[in-house]
């Protein structure tokens, strides 16, 4: 089935229905979201495809919108009662002013909670606008390297304080790319300007002061010193986990632990020929037995073991994929080699 551009969806309508109630809080939903919205293409020669209102989001609770103080493009996550309590409860935590100044924090700090006057129990969370960790590939050995100290300093800072976010992989894990892509993205078309009018200009990770974040709190656990730290709750999108498969209760940190070692050999350590490095680690995390498995701090202490003995002199080195073709290597070396270029005459 075709989806006819000119009407919202189900999900798009509530977001109209509620965009002055936003707009009241501070936060402007795109044109397509107005109430009196009329397709911006009818009546002309203008093919949908390159107007900025035919475009809907990827998931139907999260759209992203304008801060009117400061005009920024944020994030907007409408959660619903069923899971408002516990994720509201471990984010407001984790952005408590204590808690915030801390630089291994690496969770999502959200900017407020604003309670859906529309549907009970329900509320929009907002947070800055993020891009994949991924989105666009990594080009060099040292945004590899940096990627994993930000990830396990969060890892270790959310166990530090109790918290087991249990659904750490990829999806969930995103960047503040503003260093990197200074002119920003359009929030859905994310290889496109704000304005949907050119391509999304970015540099390199290693030209860029980017942060890493945790995001997504909805089957997060949080204990308390001294609280018995097994539960027997089976959601997340990782499943290999052994305890997981036998469906038998289980530390939730130890999870943790498995999913991030899953993440960083999956795109990591199997895709790039050059981090023969990570192997030590990335077993240690993913050791059948939790019991073997590494606590965050012993992660943490181990990877900083491996980074001192990196030569520095690689972190500038390209990234070679597995099974990388002669006129593939070509390319990509020459391309690499007049970033180089320009860095160095940059410098």
Known sequence: ??????????????????????????YVLRPRYHPDW??????????????????????PHILDATQRTTGQTVCIKWIRQAYTENE??????????????DPTNHCVPVIEFIPDPSFFGACYLVMPLLRPFDDPEFAVIGEVVEFIQQILDG???????GVAHRDCVGVNIMMDAITMYTNGWHP?????????????HHC???????????IDFGISARFLPGQHRIISDLRGREQRPPELVAGIPHNPFKIDIAIIGYLLDDNFYKIYADLHFLSPLINALKADDPARRPSAEEALAAWN?????????????????????????????SLHAFKGVKRLVAS
């Open 1 to 26: 089935m075709v989806y006819d551009q000119t009407y919202r969806n189900t999900s798009e309508t509530r977001w109209s229905n509620n965009y002055y109630f936003l707009q009241g809080k501070g």
């Open 38 to 59: 009329t397709a911006s293409w009818l009546g002309t020669d203008r093919n949908e495809d390159y107007c900025e209102d035919s475009v809907i989001p990827n998931l």
């Open 88 to 101: 509201r409860a471990i984010c407001e935590y984790l952005r408590s002013p204590q808690l915030s100044l």
């Open 155 to 161: 890892l270790q800072f959310m166990h530090k304080h």
């Open 188 to 200: 859905i078309r994310r290889s496109l300007s704000p304005e949907f009018t050119d391509a999304a």
């Open 204 to 214: 390199d990770r290693i030209d860029a002061d980017v942060k890493y974040f945790f």
């Open 305 to 333: 073991t491996i980074r001192r003995v990196i030569d520095q002199a690689k972190y500038y080195s390209r990234l070679r994929k597995h099974g990388e073709t002669l006129s593939e290597a070509l390319l990509n070396s």
